[in-house]
């Protein structure tokens, strides 16, 4: 019975995955269809202007040649007309001549006569019918403004869509997702000369296989890579994986996506729980900044509480006055907003991730202010008291930094001290390696070891930090180094005085 009902909840949990896996593909189908619909629609919109500007240009020449035309004709018919106008001229004059001479010959009186002939004589060789050309000024053919289309018209014919790039194919074999980086390479289908640049398109998620429409965050994109392979460099892996596609351009247009594909992107994260710090620390997310009045309301009213034989105070002030004060009704109010936060007290400065450990290898830096007097960095069981500091206790880890006077720089387990001879880095890295019991501390500029824990965790491990005087920034989402990683094999083949406080659990 056992057995089918745990056959049976494997079928069921198989069954919610593909239907959960056939909601994406409708999802994803749909957004498809609504995309082919607008981007058709954005290329008939295209295709309009562009052929409206051809349209638009062919107009324009149309109208330019055919004003040449118009003025090459104006130019010939004035010039003829001209031409006409003068030969009109010589024609009318040399009608009248010629009736002149016509009437001299009739004229009987030699001496008249000769004076005639002679004066005829003069007229004609001065006549401008004889001087006038009987060719015209320009010739009747407009040949010269004819065009030939042909070439164009088959230049035109030859018009077709863009030749838009293949898309490219990632090649996971050699993708490599290391120290917060992802180097992302891909390949041509085939070879393609016309191909200008790449684009690589990149976005965090939580879901594994095909990315999804919804609840996703949006796409970031880098432009203008020329070779083909990216590295994404500085990430925080705060989601499981990440999506990534790829697209060739060229000088005029881009292809199409490559399939996407999804990487791991793992890496521990986690925030700081102020419902347990001390209320003399001011906790955002991953940020813990000592406030010396943050716990002045809480320990007076502790102090009252303590003296009042378990009887509320305020409720003693009820029944003396009938009502109480604002000073006391304040201080209520932030002991009931701010009570959950008051889970370490006294001295303990302390504040908690809100992240287990609980197997496998991770790894989270911290930096502290430069003023910071007191600090310590670790980890420790869920059962560190109240009153706990880390490092003195049999279930807490840590180094601890003590700026005030001079600086001390310290491995603290168990209440017990080892002092660490080496320079305080401005940035510390935190190695933890649940299941081969290590937790090492590295300088996390130049990743040089500053100590080493070697124990056996029996209990989820919470990222720990005390804060006095200043201020702690963490740095989560990251991957444990490459150069830690090197560096942790060759530590654990080896064994010498950073041991000293390790064997104590």
């Not at 009820?318 to 009570?339: D, H």
């Not at 009153?387 to 003195?392: A, I, S």
Request: hydrophobic fraction near 35%.
């Amino acid at each position: 019975m056992d057995e089918q009902r745990e056959t049976l909840q494997r079928i069921v949990s198989t069954l919610a995955n593909k239907n959960d896996e056939i909601h994406n593909f409708i999802d994803m189908l749909n957004h498809t269809i609504k995309n082919v619909q607008v981007n058709s629609s954005n290329a008939i919109s295209e295709l309009d202007e562009e052929f409206d500007g051809l349209y638009s240009i062919l107009d324009e020449m149309k109208g330019s040649m055919a004003n040449t035309i118009q003025q090459e004709e104006a130019r010939k018919i004035q010039a003829l007309q001209d031409q006409l106008s003068q030969c009109s001229n010589a024609l009318e004059s040399s009608e009248e001549l010629l009736e002149l001479a016509a009437q001299s010959l009739d004229i009987k009186d030699p001496v008249e006569f000769l004076k005639a002939a002679r004066q005829i004589k003069d007229r004609v060789t001065m006549a401008s019918a004889f001087r006038i050309s009987l060719k015209p000024k320009v010739s009747d053919s407009m040949t010269h403004l004819m065009v030939d289309f042909t070439l164009e018209r088959r230049m035109l014919q030859a018009v077709k869509f863009l030749p838009v790039p293949k898309a490219p194919e990632i090649d996971l074999t050699a993708c490599l997702v290391a120290d917060n980086c992802i180097t992302v390479s891909w390949r041509m289908p085939e070879e393609d000369s016309r191909i200008d640049h790449f684009v690589l398109e990149y976005r965090k998620t939580n879901f594994d296989g095909l990315p999804r429409v919804k609840d996703e965050q949006r796409w970031e994109l880098i432009d203008y890579i020329k070779a083909t392979e990216y590295t994404l460099s500085g990430l925080k892996f705060d989601t499981k994986y990440m999506n990534l596609r790829v697209q060739a351009c060229n000088k005029a247009v881009a292809g199409e996506y490559s399939d996407p594909v999804t990487l791991e992107t793992k890496a521990f994260v986690f925030s700081l729980d102020s419902t347990s710090s001390h209320l003399n620390l001011k906790v955002e997310d991953t940020y813990v900044e000592w406030d010396p009045t943050g716990g002045k309301g809480q320990e007076k009213i502790k102090g009252k509480e303590n003296k009042s034989s378990g009887q509320n105070p305020l409720l003693k002030s009820n029944r003396r006055s009938g009502a109480p004060s604002p000073k006391r009704t304040s201080i209520s109010t932030r002991s009931s907003v701010r009570g959950s936060r008051d889970h370490f007290t006294g001295e303990s400065y302390t504040v908690l991730g809100d992240t287990a450990v609980e197997s496998g290898q991770h790894y989270w830096e911290v930096r502290a202010q430069k003023d910071c007097k007191s600090y310590s960095v670790g980890v420790t069981y869920r059962n560190l008291g109240k009153f706990d500091q880390l490092g003195k206790t049999s279930s807490s880890w840590c180094i601890h930094i003590n700026n005030w006077l001079q600086t001390t720089f310290s491995a603290k387990h168990n209440n017990k001290t080892k002092t660490l001879d080496i320079p305080v880095p401005d940035r510390i890295g935190v190695y933890c390696d649940f299941d081969g019991g290590q937790l090492a501390f590295y300088n996390a500029n130049s990743k040089e070891l500053l100590h080493t824990f070697r124990t056996k965790f029996t209990q989820p491990l919470l990222p720990g930090f005390m804060i006095w005087c200043g201020g702690l920034t963490v740095s989560t989402g990251l991957q444990v180094p490459s150069a830690v990683k090197t560096l942790q094999k060759s530590e654990n083949g080896l064994s010498g005085s950073t041991s000293s406080l390790n064997n104590i659990a």
